[in-house]
């Protein structure tokens, strides 16, 4: 019988420390003035089959108050246990010495909730004020009946008064904080980069109306004479004759003609009638003769014909017209600057040699008159 008892206490025994669960405390500091944090840790080691209550924010600490908290995570130890801690950052405005109460902590095991609980720690929590501050506001009290009692009440005052004066203390001068030399080298790479950003503008400014250079935003002008062939190829290739759209033929061919006389004359065209055409042709002073205002007259009015007119014109117009443009086009072209054929330089000796060659011809007989003798 005696046997079974002590196996039993055994087995409760086994399964009392197979769920454990400890609790410790930490403050730090201990010694504090007022306003300070302190940093309270409670730690709490426990079998994995305990579950923690941990009471964050909501917990009672006496006189100190809760400005923040942190809940750690949990860890494994060495011995197969759980370990969890958190930290209160807690703190005080009122002087003397006090103490962190202790805490309960639930915690559950086999379906029951039982509790831990924090030891006590004694914090000292002292004034701004020094002694002589403090005998100073006494003797004050003291002489004055109608502050007595009202010590802290005075001190309070006076450690505002200190923190004032410390928040708004006079600027310290001004500290030259050494540059690192990177910070040179980069300066020195940005002037370069913006001194060439400069000097490539004033460039670019200076050879940008230069036609066909590097720095030219435009293709190089293709001579009027050119660009009114091909539109006149052009309007012959077109089908707008096939079509019986003699107007809009009439009105490319007007347009072309007026366009290429603004160009390459320099005198208003496209948006003035025909007489006025003719008559600034005739006051330009561009070399053109009767025949060649004429040709523009007689051109000019075929497709005003047309084109207000209405008037359907003979097939024998159409081949015409174009080539009578064509014509004015071709004579009154710019004329493209001629290269000076170079003369092949005569070497010593060419003289005495193209002498005597001609001497040698001379003595030569010519065979065609030698027949004709024969014949007669």
Not at 11 to 21: H, K, V
Not at 53 to 68: H, K, R, S, V, Y
Request: hydrophobic share 40%; with cysteine.
């Amino acid at each position: 019988m005696k046997l079974k008892v002590i196996i039993l206490f055994l087995l409760m025994a086994i399964c009392l420390s197979a769920q454990t669960a400890s609790i410790e405390t930490h403050a730090e500091p201990t010694t504090i003035t007022i306003g300070d944090v302190i940093e309270y840790r409670v730690v709490i080691t426990h079998s994995p089959d305990i579950e923690v209550a941990w009471p964050g924010a909501g917990a009672e600490l006496g006189q100190f108050q809760i400005t923040d908290y942190k809940l750690g995570d949990e860890r494994d130890t060495d011995d197969g246990l759980k370990r969890r801690e958190i930290i209160y950052y807690i703190s005080t405005y009122d002087t003397g010495d006090w103490t962190i109460p202790p805490t309960a902590i639930a915690y559950t095991v086999d379906d029951s909730v039982r509790f831990l609980r924090t030891e006590p720690i004694q914090i000292t929590v002292k004034s701004l004020l020094s002694e002589e501050d403090w005998a100073r506001i006494r003797s004050f009290t003291e002489a004055d009946t109608q502050y007595a009692g009202m010590e802290k009440q005075i001190a309070a005052g006076k450690a505002l008064q200190m923190a004032k004066e410390e928040l708004l203390r006079d600027v310290t001068d001004i500290k030259r904080i050494p540059r690192d030399p990177k910070f040179w080298i980069g300066l020195g790479v940005v002037a370069l980069i913006l001194a060439g950003l400069i000097i490539g503008y004033l460039y670019w400014r200076k050879n940008r109306g230069r036609e066909g250079g590097i720095f030219s935003l435009s293709a190089p002008k293709v001579p009027p004479h050119e660009t009114a062939l091909a539109e006149l190829a052009a309007l012959l290739a077109s089908q707008l004759i096939a079509k019986g759209d003699f107007k809009a033929f009439y009105s490319e061919l007007s347009e072309i003609l007026r366009d290429y006389i603004e160009k390459r004359i320099g005198v208003q065209s496209l948006e003035l009638s025909t007489f006025e055409t003719i008559q600034n042709l005739e006051e330009s002073g561009f070399p053109l003769d009767d025949d060649q205002i004429k040709i523009v007259r007689e051109i000019l009015n075929r497709c005003d014909l047309v084109k207000f007119a209405k008037l359907i014109p003979p097939d024998d117009w159409h081949l015409e017209t174009v080539e009578m443009a064509r014509t004015f086009v071709e004579e009154t072209k710019q004329e493209e600057p001629k290269l000076e054929e170079e003369t092949p330089e005569e070497k010593p000796g060419d003289d005495v040699q193209n002498n005597v060659q001609n001497n040698v011809e001379t003595l030569q007989p010519e065979p065609q008159r030698d027949n004709e003798e024969r014949e007669s």
